[in-house]
């Protein structure tokens, strides 16, 4: 069974939750914790045949699967959630590119950087950190953008629970992307970044 594509879990109200591998999105099929699905069918996964009735056993996953299980107190703790900073996520926040070159990268290319120097007390956080090229580092080191005389391109922000989804996604399909927009403020500078989506494919490996 191919992992290519995940299935997006999202709680009854719709709220999105976690990616899950087929194995995950099976068990929870499985043990009817699925309440309702959207989206389209993905895969049948089939299993053994029934003595009794001589037929075999199927489950088919679809991309979204809304399970039961979460709680208002859920929601309201999202809604103040700061997601873990990892380079994996912060460079697809910036589209794979340096912020101070405006230079797409593949992601071996990219490190992370601290605007403001941790040697002069910035900190290790999504509000002081972006993508930045290897030279463009280099030449930074450990300095300011103002004391370096370089720009920066675009102002970093904190991922809602909604965007790190989004950006922990893999191969991420037209209907759950339609869906994750949903939660994803008009204002909030991904909407911009997932237009560049396509164009990055070749620099996420």
């Known amino acids: 069974m191919s992992n290519y594509h995940q299935t997006l879990r999202v709680d009854t109200t719709g709220l999105p939750l976690e990616w899950v591998d087929y194995k995950e999105a099976a068990k929870l099929y499985a043990v009817d914790q699925v309440v309702y699905t959207l989206g389209n069918n993905l895969y049948t996964i089939y299993g053994g045949i029934n003595a009794v009735s001589g037929e075999r056993s199927s489950i088919t996953v679809n991309s979204i699967i809304a399970t039961s299980g979460r709680t208002k107190h859920f929601q309201d703790k999202m809604n103040k959630y700061t997601p873990p900073l990892n380079n994996q996520t912060l460079f697809k ?7 101070y070159c405006g230079i797409r990268h593949n992601k071996r290319e990219l490190t992370r ?3 403001t120097p941790i040697s002069q007390g910035g900190k290790d956080n999504w ?8 030279r463009c580092n280099h030449h930074k080191g450990g300095r300011t953008p103002e004391q370096a005389k370089i720009e920066l391109l675009a102002i970093p922000f904190v991922p809602n629970y909604a965007e790190y989804i989004y950006l922990q996604g893999r191969n991420i399909l037209a209907d759950q992307m339609d869906f994750l927009l949903g939660y994803i403020p008009k204002s909030s500078p991904i909407h911009h970044r997932i237009g560049l989506e396509k164009e990055n494919q070749d620099f996420m490996l």
Do not use: P
Not at 93 to 99: A, H, T, V, W
């Open 113 to 115: 950087d601290h605007i």
């Open 127 to 134: 509000n002081n950190v972006v993508s930045a090229c290897k």
């Open 93 to 99: 926040r910036d589209s794979y590119l340096c912020m």
